[in-house]
């Protein structure tokens, strides 16, 4: 599936504040490199069913044996390891034994330093290898199961099995001997295994996070035709969410929604592409059930801003955004489009005119699936004949002059108003009647 930075940007998949981002609310990762792995897979998002589905698994068999997986292996340790690969030692000897290992220790006694620590936080490594490698062959994943028999090639060498069997107390010969071996002999072998708990170290992240908040794996399908359906949909960065349910298919393919401020627009089409987004790439979503067909793209338009530098004004650049969207999803290929509050940045009459134009011309795009929010509801009313838009919004009430947001999702347009009831309610229209 396409997807662009915008669109990452737009749904929080990274931010700079950690409460506003999905990446940090599943990342449980204990190592810095199944961090920068666990981001790879957040980037990018897979281009098959079969390739889902291989993800699902593995996530699903991570949720069983997870557990049961070592804790000895820590962050500390693998940068102990890439520390010592980093340092340059004075020469080790090649055929380590007690003289030269007596004089090794004299002379460089801070690099026999670092090469005891480093090969004892490695034998820690390996030690927790095998116990990985034992749990990965006997399970039922695929991918676990390679993984496993990755694992158990790069640990046949003899230097390595006798490391695993070896006491905590190594001689000083057998220290420089192990030294040697892993800086002359093992460094492509020993990046290999750490590639590999870091891949792990990742989808456990994803797994850990599945079995915390109680996500759904979708039923991911090849089809002809784009289609979503969702049920107890939420937004998973809420603390409180309320939840949806939506159906988009190439009948019904243009979600209308229109509510007022704070009623929930913004959210919903935020949950709706954050689920569909980690429906592809293989994790679990934030609903109750989840059918979607493969998506070839996923475009938003949704925090458009101007571009000072380049003189562009915020309008400018919501009708490039929205000429990049329809050169992109004019190749037949299944898309979902959302679009926030369209043409916020020019007059009231103005955006009426424009909206209409590219919503009647997106209602002829039966491959590609629409999700669009506006305040300017009276444009609902001459959509109408389309038979494909589903008309839904948010209905806001009005109790001792508090607002009151109910947050679901009703058939049919809102012709709410209520910006100047929020002015006065916080004081606004007070203070300029005051002002002197």
């Known amino acids: 599936m396409q997807i662009d930075q915008t669109t990452l940007y737009d749904l929080s998949i990274f931010h700079a504040d950690e409460t506003q981002s999905v990446f940090h609310h599943l990342n449980h990762t204990q190592t810095v490199n199944g961090r920068h792995f666990l981001a790879q897979i957040l980037t990018n998002p897979l281009q098959s069913v079969a390739a889902i589905n291989d993800v699902q698994q593995t996530i699903k068999h991570l949720q069983e044996i997870g557990p049961k997986l070592p804790v000895t292996i820590t962050n500390g340790t693998l940068m102990v390891i890439e520390k010592f690969y980093e340092t340059g030692l004075d020469a080790l000897p090649d055929n380590a034994n007690i003289i030269n290992a007596f004089f090794y220790k004299l002379i460089s006694k801070p690099d026999f330093s670092l090469a005891k620590y480093s090969v004892n936080h490695f034998i820690t490594f390996i030690r927790g290898m095998k116990e ?43 220290i420089l001997h192990y030294a040697f071996f892993l800086q002359k002999e093992y460094k492509n072998k020993c990046k290999e295994l750490i590639d590999i708990y870091s891949r792990i170290d990742a989808y456990l992240s994803l797994a850990i996070s599945c079995k915390k908040y109680g996500y759904y794996f979708p039923s991911v399908m090849d089809s002809n035709t784009p289609n979503i359906t969702l049920q107890g949909l939420y937004h998973p960065l809420l603390t409180s969410p309320v939840d949806y349910d939506t159906m988009l298919d190439d009948t019904h393919n243009f979600l209308f929604l229109t509510g007022a401020n704070m009623a929930g627009k913004s959210t919903l089409i935020k949950a709706i592409g954050i689920a569909v987004y980690l429906a592809h790439i293989g994790m679990a979503v934030p609903a109750r059930y989840m059918k979607i067909s493969l998506l ?25 955004r929205i000429k990049q969207t329809i050169e992109k999803i004019s190749d037949g290929k299944k898309w979902l489009i959302l679009i926030d509050e369209l043409f916020k940045g020019t007059n009231v009459q103005d955006a009426m005119k424009c909206s209409t134009v590219v919503i009647e011309g997106f209602c002829k795009m039966s491959k590609a699936l629409f999700v669009l929010s506006t305040h300017l509801y009276e444009i609902g009313y001459s959509l109408h004949e389309q038979s494909n838009i589903q008309f839904r919004y948010f209905e806001t009430s009005i109790e001792n002059n508090e607002l009151q947001f109910s947050y679901q999702l009703k058939e049919g347009i809102s012709n709410d108003r209520l910006g100047y009831l929020i002015m006065e309610k916080e004081g606004v229209v007070k203070l300029l009647q005051e002002a002197k």
């Open 296 to 320: 070839d793209g996923l475009l938003s338009n949704i925090q458009v801003s101007d571009n000072i530098v380049k003189g562009e004004s915020y309008f400018y650049n919501e009708v490039k």
């Open 132 to 174: 990985i490698e034992e749990l990965l062959l006997q399970s039922e994943g695929t991918q676990l199961r390679t993984w496993g028999d990755k694992i158990n090639l790069l640990l046949k060498h003899p230097n390595v099995q006798q490391m695993i069997a070896s006491t905590d107390m190594l001689a000083s010969w057998e």
